[in-house]
């Protein structure tokens, strides 16, 4: 069964990922600083054959800020389950804020989990990858990337930062058989979201071509290709998954 780590695998799009590549045969590894009872629940699920899972799901609890941890996690994530197929780099802080009066330490903290930490953890995953000349990463980013969105200035910055590593590592990796990609969801409902009242999201929706807007398991799907037979020779592209909120 090939191996995927999902960081931030135990609730919204991480959780959506986990279920949905577990049902496509993958062993999921789910990373997060506590585990949730849904994520128990589909693990389970998985587990006894029930529902339409055909791999399974783990979960290993890390903090990803704690990136002078990393090597010793990958080694012992290696003990564990083996080689490393798949990494999705999802975790990720949403704080909003006017920058004028953001908390330096709260800069600091989303720069660190959002663009430091999966890049550390990329180097570490890398080198199993490597030696089996294999592997998929998928970084998860964000339609502010591109667009913009007032109060979200130092997220866009982290969500742009991936799109970059995405497109120079997927030069440097590809001849040895890894590919690289980003997905950038639009606004989706999760805990991160959580803020947004009912106007902002009727907003939202009426401004997509498709009127209305994407679910988690849409950018579960998208990563699932990716990360498929179909995904073979795509790397260095940003899929945006927004239900046409950016066409
Ligand atoms: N929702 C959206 O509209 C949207 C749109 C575009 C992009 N995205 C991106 O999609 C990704 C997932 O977003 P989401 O909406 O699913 O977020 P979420 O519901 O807030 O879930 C975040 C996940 O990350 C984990 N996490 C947070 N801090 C962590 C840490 N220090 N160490 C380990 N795990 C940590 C959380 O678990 P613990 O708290 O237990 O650690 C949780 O599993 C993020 O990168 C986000 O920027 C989301």
Avoid: C, H, W
């Avoid at 919204?12 to 128990?40: K, P």
């Amino acid at each position: 069964m090939r191996n995927v780590v999902v960081t931030g695998g135990s609730r919204g799009l991480g959780l959506a990922m986990a279920v949905n590549l577990a049902a496509a045969g993958y062993r999921v590894i789910a990373v997060a600083r506590r585990g949730t009872d849904e994520l128990a629940a589909a693990s389970r699920a998985a587990a006894d054959g029930a529902g339409p899972a055909a791999g399974a799901i783990e979960f290993r609890a890390f903090d990803l800020s704690d990136t002078g941890g990393m090597p010793a996690f990958v080694r012992g994530l290696r003990a564990d389950f083996g080689t490393v197929y798949g990494l999705v780099n999802n975790a990720g802080l949403g704080t909003a804020g006017v920058l004028g009066v953001m908390r330096d330490a709260d800069i600091e903290k989303i720069i660190r989990l959002n663009t430091l930490s999966p890049i550390v953890l990329t180097k570490y995953v890398l080198r199993s990858m490597l030696t089996a000349r294999a592997g998929r990463i998928v970084n998860i980013a964000s339609i502010v990337a591109a667009t913009g969105y007032a109060g979200l200035s130092v997220y866009s910055a982290t969500k742009a930062s991936l799109v970059g590593f995405t497109r120079s590592l997927a030069r440097e990796v590809g001849e040895l058989g890894i590919t690289v990609n980003a997905v950038a969801p639009g606004f989706i409902d999760t805990d991160m979201t959580g803020e947004l009242g009912a106007g902002q999201r009727e907003r939202i929706a009426r401004r997509s071509a498709l009127k209305r807007m994407a679910e988690p398991v849409d950018v579960a799907r998208s990563v699932e290709f990716l990360l498929g037979d179909g995904g073979r020779n795509i790397t260095g592209t940003v899929l945006t998954v927004d239900a046409g909120n950016t066409a």
